[in-house]
């Protein structure tokens, strides 16, 4: 069974940073993608960015690329998001997520079909 656990969520003020942590399990990494996700109350999901677990290649959102770094520690199975110089906007549930096997990279949540419980980020201005 997948599992995959969200970490490192908190209240940061804005210009700050964080590093969230995705502990995943359950599959083995063969060719799939993991995504990170951000939800904003009231608005739809918005995938920030996301990293093929065989080959490393990584993809971030192109107006979020200069602050959002995605990285992956093959030998604790974890995906890791660093955010830097954080903004109010930036507040939201982070879901990290796991594709079906076979997508490389994509930021289509419609591609993924194992998701964490999410974690919140919220930015004090």
């Known amino acids: 069974e997948v599992q995959l656990v969200e970490s490192g969520g908190g209240l940061v003020q804005a210009g700050g940073s964080l590093r969230l942590s995705c502990a995943a399990s359950g599959f083995t990494r063969d060719d799939y993608a993991i995504g990170w996700f951000r939800q904003a109350p009231e608005k739809e999901r918005e995938g920030v960015a996301c990293?093929?677990?065989?080959?490393?290649?990584?993809y971030v959102k192109p107006s979020l690329d200069e602050r959002f770094t995605i990285s992956i520690d093959n030998t604790q199975n974890t995906v890791y998001l660093q955010i830097d110089s954080l903004k109010p906007d930036d507040t939201a549930v982070y879901y990290c997520?796991?594709?079906?096997?076979?997508?490389?990279?994509?930021?289509?949540?419609?591609?993924?079909?194992?998701w964490g419980q999410g974690t919140q980020v919220t930015v004090s201005s």
């Open positions: 997520a796991l594709t079906r096997r076979g997508v490389s990279i994509s930021l289509l949540a419609g591609d993924y079909t194992s």
């Open positions: 990293i093929n677990t065989n080959s490393g290649t990584t």
